[in-house]
């Protein structure tokens, strides 16, 4: 009797908290994915950037921002964070934690909008998306832009439906996470005023006054760094690695939302028929709903890539992939709509399983990437300890010295600039300041050395090879010195030069 009485309470207890239990499964699955291999896989140099310009004084911060692209939010949160640990599964923790706090306000907008089923699909979507998973272990500001623009929606969505009194929290909230998003990145600025398109549906005189209090005191508490902001400008025009955007841009772009790449080509076509179906099979439904809401949402979901994708043809192209990372929430939480609706029939199960495939298929290419831009820089700072202090060692770029001096920071040590006004040249050199490492202008200074170390990546080298060039460096070296050396870690080649000719 005891046990049948126990095995009832349990029954009982499930039965009472199964969507409690499921979102928590949910997001026990989301947090599983995101630690996998954080202390392990690779950085890239944006993450060495951020850890080197993070390290400094926030006066620091302040002077390598400026001269960068980026407002200093994300460097000032990561600063204080890696006050407790500064080991890459640690400082990983944050992005991780905002990422997941960002996947409760997905949670909480979709149930808000639709029913819970849909709030829990969306979430489930979100949490093994392989780009939301990307963003989460990256050491760059998107997780944290990302939660400030869904905070945003969701404190405007708490504005519209809570009673009067409750309107000023939600005021309040709004301008928060506004500025969360204005201090994250330059661009956040699309995705907050896309919202303004509820005007075109719902012209109503009160939700015009709080639009205008909510944008009035983000844009008035933005100034101090909006004043920064034409120098940026500036920067960008001048020297950046973009370029105009055309078709090919806009499928790697929802392949890249959606998928991750690189991946097989094989692969590659069946993840982009099966995301080119969900959008169809979406924008059919939603004609046929015809309902205000879902349109409004689908508004929202275009209004940054077309704003974009416009912009990049009137000034410096700036369509790139992780600017368009709030129009995938606004796509999972359309979507769930549709998968809701139609769980009941093989097209919604089918699509929803097709869906869930692209994302757990491409979690693989995924965690074991370890090629430009993530090459092996671990392994590269061990192998160089075979060379002595005394030992002088190059690096041909920014791209491998920052990556390779995260895991050991070596005296002797430099890196060449880049090339003036060329669209790699986008390390200024008030950052490399404030970073601590200030790049050498050319090889001269080295050529009197009796030894020396030259890291170049392979990719590198094959491109002056397909244009039938030698790479300079390595030319002014190999006539300089009569041994030389060589050998490979990963796709990094590094070269040993002694006794000169």
Known sequence: MVGKESSHRYYQFLKNNNQIISVFLIFIIGLILRILFIGSREIAYDDAFSFFLARGSLQDIITGTAADTMPPLYYFLL?????????????????????????????????ELFTSSSAMIATFLFLISPFQIYHSQELRMYALLLLGQVGYFYSFLKIFRSPEKNRIFWIVAG????????YSHNLGVIGLISVNVILLYKRDKEIFKNLFLVQF?????????????????????????????????????????????????LFMGVALVIIVQSFVLLSVFIIKNKSRKYIIIA????????????????????FVPRIFILSSVWFFILFSGFI???????????????????????????YQFNTFPRSSFRELANSL?????????????????????????????????????????????DSQLAMGYVASENMDQYLELDR????????????????????PVVKVLRNKYKEIEEFYVGDIVVYKFEEKR
């Open 385 to 429: 300890e075979i060379f002595g202090p005394e030992v002088t060692i190059i690096h041909d770029n920014k791209l491998s010295f920052f990556p390779t001096m995260f895991y050991k920071e070596r005296d002797n040590t430099s890196y060449l600039q880049d090339p003036a006004g060329s669209p790699n040249d986008t390390l200024a050199s």
């Open 452 to 471: 020396l170390v030259f890291i170049v990546f392979q990719k590198t080298m094959d491109e002056y090879f397909q244009n039938n060039l030698d790479h």
């Open 79 to 111: 600063h204080f964070w890696m006050k407790i640990s500064e080991n890459l599964w640690f400082l990983r923790l944050l992005n991780i934690s905002l990422n997941l706090i960002t996947a409760a306000l997905v949670f909480s907008i979709s149930k």
């Open 175 to 182: 301008v928060f996470f506004g500025l969360v998003a204005m």
């Open 299 to 318: 508004l929202l979901l275009v209004f940054p890539p077309t704003i974009l994708f416009i912009l990049s043809y009137i000034v410096k192209p700036i």
């Open 340 to 366: 809701e609706k139609n769980i009941r029939n093989y097209s919604g199960k089918i699509t929803f399983g097709l869906f869930i495939f692209v994302s757990l298929f491409s979690l693989p290419f995924y």
């Open 217 to 265: 005191f983000i844009l008035l508490l933005s100034i101090p760094w909006l004043l920064y902001l034409p120098q940026q400008i500036e920067k960008v025009q001048m020297a950046f690695w973009t370029q105009t955007p055309g078709i090919i841009d806009v499928i790697q772009s929802l392949l890249t939302l959606f998928a991750f790449l690189p991946m097989s080509t």
